[in-house]
């Protein structure tokens, strides 16, 4: 049995259909559907009564609820022990997503090595979806992560606290031809070349919100590549396969150096927050000292996304 079958399950209690439980789950519906079933072989019984509309659950089902969330709950709390019984001091677990990771974590280590009073800082990097699932699940310390309104509106808990920290922005770019001439410009009758996030993602997300969605309706869009890693994205543009809108903490030095070039009006840039998010109940005495001290650096009242 897999935990994220649980976990399906306890979203499909809650949405009450597998349309909405599948988008909170951030998977198609047939995947997810799928996923569900698994869970029904592995326990040897029908949870869901599919001939009924809407979703109904079988009594096995109904009795399966709260063990399921039981089992969550336990499989975590073992994971915790296990890992405070090996710390041999005080460590601060910071779940990022891959691209701050990168752009902006190393410069801000500087900061944090002040405040961490000793204690070993780990950076555990994913996309922001599993990220915030394992954070919510007490299984870090804090969730670094780019933050938008309506999006991942998880995090708006009142058991969730946050520190802006940083910011950014996401930047149309294309890379350049030996003559310093954009290979992606937007030129009339012309597709424009697009490499992007999935779009079921932050980022993909935000930008069809933001970019997307407001494009002159005479300017068209060829999606040559999806991918969930902006420094993969990045290593595309630069290769010359495409256009696509990166955090500009990311390539920085590329459109200082002129090997990216932003592409202007109609494409949009889009703000970014950088936050730093944590449960108000600390893990530990260090990963709450911690955080008073981020208080104070940042000046700043904390508050729930």
């Known amino acids: 049995m897999e935990l994220k079958w649980l976990k399906d399950y306890v979203a499909l209690l809650e949405q009450g259909s597998f349309s909405k439980a599948a988008e909170s789950r951030f998977v198609t519906q047939?995947?997810?559907?799928?996923?569900?079933?698994?869970?029904?072989?592995?326990?040897?019984?029908?949870?869901?009564?599919?001939?009924?509309?809407?979703?109904?659950?079988?009594p096995a089902g109904e009795a399966f609820a709260?063990?399921?969330?039981?089992?969550?709950?336990?499989?975590?709390?073992?994971?915790?022990?296990?890992?405070?019984?090996?710390?041999a001091r005080e460590q601060l677990l910071i779940m990022s997503q891959h691209a701050l990771a990168v752009s902006f974590f190393p410069s801000w280590m500087q900061t944090l090595e002040a405040l961490a009073d000793g204690a070993l800082i780990k950076v555990e990097t994913g996309n922001l979806h599993d990220n915030v699932e394992a954070f919510l699940s007490g299984n870090g310390d804090f969730l670094l992560c780019y933050s938008s309104t309506d999006i991942f509106c998880q995090l708006q808990r009142d058991d969730v606290e946050s520190l802006q920290v940083g910011v950014d922005e996401l930047v149309p770019v294309t890379a350049v031809d030996a003559t310093g001439k954009a290979l992606f410009a937007l030129e009339e009758g012309k597709p424009l070349k697009l490499l992007s996030h999935p779009a079921e993602s932050f980022f993909g997300r935000l930008l069809?919100?933001?970019?997307?969605?407001?494009?002159?309706?005479?300017?068209?869009?060829?999606?040559?590549?999806?991918?969930?890693?902006?420094?993969?994205?990045k290593a595309l543009v630069l290769k010359g396969y495409g256009m696509a809108w990166l955090p500009r903490s990311l390539i920085s030095s590329e459109l200082a150096s002129g090997q990216l070039q932003r592409l202007e009006e109609p494409l949009h840039t889009v703000?970014?927050?950088?936050?730093?998010?944590?449960?108000?109940q600390s893990r530990s005495a260090a990963a709450e000292q911690f955080w008073q001290y981020l208080q104070e650096l940042y000046k700043q009242t904390s508050g729930g996304d």
């Open 66 to 87: 709260e063990q399921a969330r039981q089992l969550i709950g336990q499989t975590y709390a073992v994971r915790n022990q296990m890992r405070d019984i090996s710390a």
């Open 271 to 280: 703000d970014l927050s950088i936050k730093l998010f944590r449960l108000r």
């Open 208 to 233: 069809q919100r933001e970019c997307l969605s407001r494009l002159p309706a005479d300017l068209s869009i060829n999606l040559a590549c999806e991918n969930g890693l902006s420094e993969a994205l």
């Open 30 to 58: 047939p995947a997810f559907s799928r996923r569900i079933r698994s869970l029904e072989n592995w326990l040897g019984v029908s949870l869901v009564d599919r001939n009924q509309y809407p979703t109904t659950f079988t």
